[in-house]
């Protein structure tokens, strides 16, 4: 975090920080990074609200107002609500990494309420559209290897519900090639994903046609340079399918997974089951697909019932 502006004591402690989340907390370097930047915009405002780059002890006596100024400045700036919510759980998981390793703690930090979020409601595709993605993923590019790699990707995103960083995430040696698959999900917590036989399929198309054979320690996702597949190359991906297909902008690789729970939904499923297989630690999370269905549900009623004609 060399950007922040820190005394020396803090500026070891942020490094501390840093590797106390990639190697205890198994924090993702993509969460690292975010979380980095989070606290590198706190800390350059704490230097414009004190007037010099603070250490630790300058941080242990913040007030609430000063804390309540930052997130007002913050939101005069154009932050959304979600953005301000996630700099000060940054900011909190820091001051509580400071404590609990005999730093001192600041007590002020606890009386800011979190902004209230809005309630938001996952965007899955129609059936049809998640089979169009599919389909046309094996037209995006003109190699034959990386198009099968597409639609291995979309496939195994929609056919096991998975995140984006837990297909990225796997490694050759691990590709399913019997009815689960074994993911690591939020947390580093593992569990288990049963693999449709179309799953399998796409994959051993993908990887008989890959040119890179990175062995089994070696990333299953591989990117045109024979490095491991970024998330933001998929993005791309996606957004070219999108344009071709005429789809919303919602249509994301996460709505392949919101698509593969509400389709389950949708098909009698139970929401524990659901649950279990998205890696969700609280049930209230996957509920918000009931949400989904119920909209469902009335739009189809008020489409076939006739009284809705009149």
Same mark, same amino acid.
């Given at each position: 975090?060399? !950007?922040?502006?820190?005394?020396?004591?803090?500026?070891?402690?942020?490094?501390? =920080?840093?590797? =106390?989340?990639?190697?205890?907390?198994?924090?993702?370097?993509?969460?690292?990074?975010?979380?980095?930047?989070?606290?590198?915009?706190?800390?350059? +405002?704490?230097?414009?609200?004190?007037?010099?780059?603070?250490?630790?002890?300058?941080?242990?006596?913040?007030?609430?107002?000063?804390?309540?100024? =930052?997130? +007002?400045?913050?939101?005069?700036?154009?932050?959304?609500?979600?953005?301000?919510?996630?700099?000060?759980?940054?900011?909190?998981?820091?001051?509580?990494?400071?404590?609990?390793?005999?730093?001192?703690?600041?007590?002020?930090?606890? !009386?800011?309420?979190?902004?209230?979020?809005?309630?938001?409601?996952?965007?899955?595709?129609?059936?049809?559209?998640?089979?169009? @993605?599919?389909?046309?993923?094996?037209?995006?590019?003109?190699?034959?290897?990386?198009?099968?790699?597409?639609? +291995?990707?979309?496939?195994?995103?929609?056919?096991?519900?998975?995140?984006?960083?837990?297909?990225?995430?796997?490694?050759?040696?691990?590709?399913?090639?019997?009815?689960?698959?074994? @993911?690591?999900?939020?947390?580093?917590?593992?569990?288990?994903?049963?693999?449709?036989?179309?799953?399998?399929?796409?994959?051993?198309?993908?990887?008989?046609?890959?040119?890179?054979?990175?062995?089994?320690?070696?990333?299953?996702?591989?990117?045109?340079?024979?490095?491991?597949?970024?998330?933001?190359?998929?993005?791309?991906?996606?957004?070219?399918?999108?344009?071709?297909?005429?789809?919303?902008?919602?249509?994301?690789?996460?709505?392949?997974?919101?698509?593969?729970?509400?389709?389950?939904?949708?098909?009698?499923?139970?929401?524990?089951?659901?649950?279990?297989?998205?890696?969700?630690?609280?049930?209230?999370?996957?509920?918000?697909?009931?949400?989904?269905?119920?909209?469902?549900?009335? !739009?189809?009623?008020?489409?076939?019932?006739?009284?809705?004609?009149?």
């Amino acid at each position: 975090m060399s !950007a922040a502006k820190a005394a020396p004591d803090l500026r070891r402690a942020l490094d501390d =920080w840093q590797t =106390w989340l990639a190697e205890e907390r198994q924090a993702s370097p993509h969460t690292i990074a975010a979380y980095a930047q989070d606290m590198t915009a706190f800390l350059d +405002a704490v230097t414009e609200h004190i007037g010099e780059a603070p250490g630790i002890a300058a941080l242990l006596d913040l007030r609430t107002a000063d804390f309540r100024a =930052w997130l +007002a400045r913050k939101g005069q700036d154009g932050l959304s609500r979600t953005s301000l919510a996630r700099a000060l759980s940054t900011v909190r998981g820091f001051f509580r990494y400071l404590e609990r390793h005999g730093h001192g703690a600041n007590a002020h930090l606890g !009386a800011l309420r979190t902004p209230r979020l809005p309630r938001s409601v996952p965007r899955p595709l129609a059936e049809v559209e998640a089979f169009e @993605v599919i389909a046309g993923a094996l037209t995006l590019d003109e190699r034959p290897w990386i198009a099968k790699r597409d639609v +291995a990707l979309f496939t195994m995103l929609y056919g096991c519900g998975l995140r984006i960083g837990e297909a990225l995430g796997l490694n050759r040696g691990e590709a399913p090639r019997r009815d689960v698959v074994l @993911v690591r999900g939020k947390g580093n917590k593992q569990r288990q994903v049963p693999v449709l036989p179309a799953v399998r399929e796409a994959l051993a198309e993908y990887l008989a046609a890959c040119p890179f054979d990175p062995g089994a320690d070696g990333p299953l996702f591989i990117g045109a340079r024979g490095k491991r597949l970024s998330p933001r190359e998929v993005q791309r991906q996606m957004a070219r399918l999108r344009a071709r297909l005429g789809l919303a902008e919602t249509a994301t690789p996460h709505a392949l997974r919101h698509s593969f729970a509400t389709h389950l939904l949708a098909a009698g499923v139970d929401l524990r089951a659901i649950q279990e297989l998205l890696g969700h630690a609280s049930l209230s999370t996957t509920q918000r697909y009931t949400e989904i269905a119920d909209e469902q549900l009335l !739009a189809a009623h008020s489409a076939a019932h006739p009284r809705a004609k009149i």
